[in-house]
């Protein structure tokens, strides 16, 4: 049951948790005051965006283990702490350069949090109300995701850009006081520091990222962008050579050999992939295709952003009863629908529609996200044993990160494919291709779910004595 420690733990975690997802998108309504507050370059604006993304998804996996090994709690505060003071740092920063720093510093607060409030939140619970319990962690981290544009939309439009910023403080500060008191230090599987696999998979990591998000800047043939992509995978190569040669590495490949683990990182890696390349298309469908004010389209998403809240955490009480499995399949595909159903109506309509058509397809969106990031969340701990857990969750959440990342990646090339864009009009045209492609993205998820997420053994990871996955329960 829900007792007094377990509702303390999750209060401080969900706090800690919207903190950080929220900075994932909040800052893009508020570039244009930030750019003439600096007189900042175009790179400058890309690099605010940037830096917290790369430090974020190069550092989630390293903080993850570390968790593990030093102590959940310990890790978790820190990066409070660093999540903290990177805010104060940013609405204190009086030139680019500082708030690019940190945005970083942000960034890197942001790795620990996440992963390790995921972690913190399953070794609490016990099984039969675990996944209840990440229903909420997932629908306050996809609730944080989500509303950042209309958050920063509605302090952009009556304060300075800086309470985007000062706004965390005081929830930082209330989670890391509360929570040195009130949550409890528990560790993992303790191994050997591993310095030399720490350095080459955030590299490999960093050249990844960084290609992917210069990809449609740079042009996809740029040295520049092929070096990244090349050699970050060339450094994961090596990472993964090397980490085969140690008897306790820092990476457990072998979690790899469960069907059931797998098949649920690759539907997270597509499902962010599909979803997030489309809600970035339809932000920008909805200021320049239908000439609303970021705020208003902010005020808009809602109808997507309410079903992912409401959703997620009923998704976590039903996994019980349905399983991981059936509940991800059933959200991939209201995705997809739902995307296809976007492009349909634009390619029926055109631009010049009302809200009322869209509204239905952003509320079907919505709750397949909610019912997609439990069991997606669940699926994962579920398949490997309990001192893997910290691990675990850093490989899933930075597979998604990553997955989201090149999701934007594709669907901005994919709009630019053509003659350029002039009017509301093409950017119709040149929109729906590039939502189609977010379906295909889904259904990826969705095959990877199907033909793979079934019980397969995993009892080569779990110890024995273990409580069995919601799939694998009669």
Known sequence: MFTASRIRLMVITCAALFMAMLDNLVLGVALPS??????????????????????????LIPFSVLG????????????????????AFSGLSESSIQLILSRALQGIGGAAVVPLSLTLVNAAFPANMRAAALGIWSGISGLGLSIGPL???????GAPWQLIFWVNVPVGLFAFILGCFWLTESKGRRKPMDPLGILLLASGLFGIVYGLEQGNEEGWGSALVVSCLA????????????ER???????????FRSGRYSAY?????????????AIFLLTLFLQQGQGYSALEAGVRTMAWTG????????????????????????????QAVALVGFAWLIIAQGVDFPFLYQAPLMMLAGTGMGLSFTPLSHGVLSSVPETSAGEASGINNASRELGGVFGIAISGLILEIGDPIQSAADFGT??????????????????????????SSTSSLRPSGSVQPAEEMP
């Open 34 to 59: 930030i750019q003439q507050s600096f007189d900042a370059s175009l790179t400058d604006l890309q690099w605010f965006m940037n830096a917290y993304t790369l430090a974020f998804a190069v550092l």
């Open 68 to 87: 593990e090994r030093l102590g959940r709690k310990r890790m978790f505060l820190t990066g409070v702490v660093l999540f903290t003071l990177g805010s």
């Open 151 to 157: 958050i920063g939309g509605l302090i952009v439009e």
């Open 231 to 242: 050699g970050g995978l060339l450094l994961l190569l090596f990472f993964y050579l090397w």
């Open 245 to 255: 040669t140690r008897k306790q590495p820092f990476v457990q490949f072998d979690m």
């Open 265 to 277: 990182i690759f539907a997270g890696f597509w499902m962010n992939a599909g979803i997030f390349g």
């Open 307 to 334: 079903c992912t809240m409401l959703f997620a955490p009923l998704a976590g009480f039903a996994v019980n009863k349905f399983g991981n499995r059936k509940l991800l399949s059933l959200g991939l595909l209201f």
């Open 430 to 455: 040149h929109i729906t291709p590039a939502l189609l492609a977010g379906a295909g993205m889904l259904l990826l998820g969705l095959v990877s779910v199907l033909a793979f997420a079934r019980a």
